[in-house]
């Protein structure tokens, strides 16, 4: 008589393999989706475009993402979460080693939405397949590998495609990100274990496999919807990612001119400042035991909006001190908020979680690139102090809303 899985225990050569594939798919899928950022200038440079322009490299790929995550889910519910994401970081892998030999720059940002699309699935499902392959004992330490993974990830595509391009064109540079992605790719297909996860079959009904009906699925997303607690931590997610991506998009073009000069790799380095997250991710955790979710959470937001005003000063020290404190103010606020709206949505978390990460990338396709335009028309200025504000609004909606039973 078989027995319930019950997952991969620590110290079982399979839960070994389990997190090893699973940091290798966050690095795949990260190091391609931020490759770009810190090219942007040559870029914009070598084509003749304006900052904006050249940044839909990023907003075409983050749009992709954000529009496809619940689409994915969908997908794995009737083939099996592990065989979906093999699917999906095959095809990322494909198209991210297609898209830099691509000359005509439209068709180039049509395949960097459909290499998005193909990392939403990696994104969109990580976490659920760890929770149905991990025993309950282990997740948490699996899926915190699973978040380094795509930290040391973003991190890396930016500080190999950087430097590399000072000796090599912007697109060879994203090739051999793309290349390092590749590697990470094929470590993740060959050490997955074996499914256990439900899937649907032929006939069965969403009931028995597991899956939500369409009629309950879309009661769950409206009461999401139309509830303003949850609202403000969406917003919240638009903008704060929004903004992040908005600054260390252009950034490099404030940098790069006078009367910094800063080079290509020492711009790359800037990013080193994601270092900075490990540490106010954690801290804001421990804080908000002693002082509740709201106060630490609004606390983050207004450090980052005060680190983004500090990259209006002229001296470059306090241009950098700013990124390492918005950067510090993300992280932590971020932290907070994706973990809350879980709290707040008991009953529909897979679709609220989800739902937050589609405004969370939504945010920097839509803001990383509408910032664009204000920093062609009006500067540095334009898109510090916009990026400022909308974290201003959506703290005081998060303060509105957020009562104190919330926090």
């Known amino acids: 008589m078989s027995t319930e899985f019950a997952g991969y225990r620590r110290g079982s050569s399979e839960y070994r393999r389990l997190l090893i594939a699973m940091f290798a798919a966050g690095l795949a899928t990260f190091a391609q989706l931020y490759s770009p950022q810190p090219l942007l200038p040559a870029i914009a440079e070598d084509l003749g475009v304006s900052a904006d322009t050249a940044a839909l490299t990023m907003s075409c790929a983050t749009a992709g993402l954000a529009l496809c995550t619940l689409l994915w889910a969908s997908v794995a519910d009737h083939f099996g979460r592990v065989r979906t994401m093999t699917v999906a970081v095959l095809g990322a892998t494909c198209f991210g080693l297609l898209t830099p030999w691509v000359s005509h720059y439209p068709l180039m940002l049509l395949l960097r939405t459909v290499e998005g699309a193909f990392l939403g699935g990696v994104a969109g499902l990580a976490v659920a397949v760890i929770v149905s392959e991990a025993h309950p004992s282990v997740r948490a330490a699996a899926t915190g590998l699973y978040i380094s993974g795509t930290s040391v990830g973003g991190l890396a595509g930016r500080i190999i495609a950087g430097p590399l391009s000072e000796v090599m064109s912007w697109r060879l540079s994203m090739f051999a990100v793309s290349v390092v992605g590749a590697l990470a790719a094929v470590l993740f297909i060959t050490l997955i274990p074996a499914s256990h996860d439900r899937q649907r079959t032929p006939g069965a009904s969403p009931e028995s496999s597991g899956v939500g009906s369409a009629p309950g699925f879309l009661h769950k997303m409206r009461g999401l919807l139309t509830n303003m607690q949850v609202l403000a931590l969406f917003f919240a997610g638009f903008a704060l990612m929004g903004a992040l991506v908005s600054i260390y998009n252009y950034i490099g073009f404030k940098l790069q ?31 908000t035991g002693r002082h509740g979710l709201k106060p630490v959470f609004l606390a983050s937001c207004l450090l980052m909006a005060a680190g983004t005003l500090l990259t209006l000063a002229g001296p470059l020290p306090v241009v950098v001190l700013g990124l390492a404190v918005l950067t510090t103010g993300f992280f932590a606020a971020h932290a907070i908020a994706s973990g809350w709206v879980g709290l707040l949505s008991l009953d529909a978390k897979t679709q609220a979680t989800a739902l937050y990460n589609s405004f969370y990338y939504t945010g920097s396709t839509l803001v990383g690139w509408a910032t664009g335009l204000l920093y062609t028309a009006a500067g540095w200025s334009g898109t510090a102090l916009a990026c400022t504000g909308m974290l201003l609004v959506s703290a005081l909606f998060s303060a509105l809303a957020l009562g104190k039973k919330a926090g």
């Not at 000069?261 to 804080?287: D, E």
């Open 257 to 287: 001119a006078p009367p910094y000069f800063l080079s290509p790799t020492l711009i790359a380095f800037l990013f080193l400042m994601y270092l900075f997250g490990t540490v106010s991710s954690g801290a804001a955790s421990r804080l």
